[in-house]
């Protein structure tokens, strides 16, 4: 379904889950601009015309506390889409994940990801798999991280293409990690990773800690090795590069 | 040392070894929870020492218990059999110790417990009002929190209506699946 203007697409598709309208998976919502566009946890993702806003609709897993194993294959999805966008150069754009599921072009950041868990009033769990990915604008100020624009690399594209090939990677990594689990979505996003031993800083709740990339846990957690030992971290906003 | 006992992880036969001089393992991972009686004064060795004889002998719990001082130790069953192989190495398991507490949050029939290991929030965004305080009067299908796991947010909505009587997690504070959130009575 696609809309002008919307106050969120996920703050959208939320309520119409609750709401229980018929609603079923691989239901999309788009629109070309959101007036209150989120991210984590109550931040401001500026939605001007000229990206990609969507939320997705997926059934959630049985087991519900592998939900968030879906933020992973999405932003594998998001780098294998970006790499398939047609280019006016010819040197493939040297693309990221940022734990847990940010896309980075050239170190910037170009996507976020936020999954939200909803229950429909018939007692089916869902997630909204909201997405922005910057193809010509980019926040000027506010941003939590460097960002970039698709445009800045020489990717032209409309939202609407970009879609469609989004659609089919998800697809693609969703029958995947249904059939095969998690390990082979944690081995790709792994791939899109960053290097092992590279310094990695994540602000937590009660204040940043620093150290360096040692992977991720069996369940996607980010693993980080600091001078007090290793550390598994669920949640935090991650830096990679900084000192 | 009074009592020592021991589960045996799966069918693994292995036998309760708590030995007074085991090594000190690695500190416990963030996201574990450590919990004491305030009227007992914890030995942050003695945990590391039954952390290590845990990582030793593949047990999933031990509880300990001295002069009125009970301790249980014990590592999450879904990360023991779940890693997978791979290029990172394998971390240290987190631990967790529990004392005896006068209100057992646990079984308490209004305890509304996590849906997930993450991060528990009790507002919606920072700087906004709390979903709950105690003393509130909740309806089924409130949200009482937030949990956040690998930024997938997860509402904890009430099962039923009733009066929230305590609050059980701070906010931002790591929890663990199962752990008592509130109480709702």
Known sequence: ??????????????????QGTGVEEGLLLWAKTQTAGRGRHGRTWVSPP???????????????????????LAAVAVVDTIQDLPRHNTAPPVL?????????????????????????PDGRSWVVLGIGINLESIPVEGASYPPTALILHHI?????????????????WLNRWRTEGFAVIRAAWLERGPQYGAA???????????????????????????????????????????? | MKKTKAKPAAKAAAKPVAKPGAKPAAKPAAGSIVKVDSSSQLDSKLVRQLAAVLNET???????????????VARHAHQVGSFVPGP?????????????????????????KSPMVGVGYLLPEPGAAPFIKVGDTVTEGQTLFLIEAMKTFNPVKAPRGGKVTKILIENGSPVEYGEPLVIIE
């Open chain 1, 1 to 18: 379904m696609a809309f002008d203007e919307l106050d969120s697409t996920n703050a959208a598709l939320v309520r119409m889950v609750e």
């Open chain 1, 50 to 72: 000229g990206n990609v806003y969507a939320s997705i609709l997926l059934a959630a897993p049985e087991n519900k506390t592998t939900a968030p194993e879906i933020g992973f």
């Open chain 1, 96 to 120: 990221n994940c940022k734990w847990p599921n940010d896309v980075l072009l050239e170190g910037q950041k170009v996507s976020g990801i936020l999954p939200e868990m909803v229950t429909s």
């Open chain 1, 156 to 172: 032209d594209t409309s939202p609407e293409h970009t879609l469609t090939v989004l659609c089919r990677a998800i697809d693609f």
């Open chain 1, 200 to 243: 990695v800083s994540v602000g937590l709740t009660d204040g940043p800690v620093t150290g360096t990339f040692a992977g991720l846990d069996a369940d996607g957690a980010l693993l980080l090795d600091s001078a007090a030992g290793r550390r598994r971290i669920v949640a935090g906003d991650v830096l990679f590069g900084t000192p």
């Open chain 2, 58 to 72: 593949g047990l999933t719990e031990i509880e300990y218990e001295m002069g009125g001082l009970r301790v249980r």
């Open chain 2, 88 to 112: 990172a190495p394998v971390m240290a398991q987190a631990a967790a110790v529990e004392a005896p507490k006068p209100l057992d949050a646990a079984s308490h029939p209004g305890t509304v």
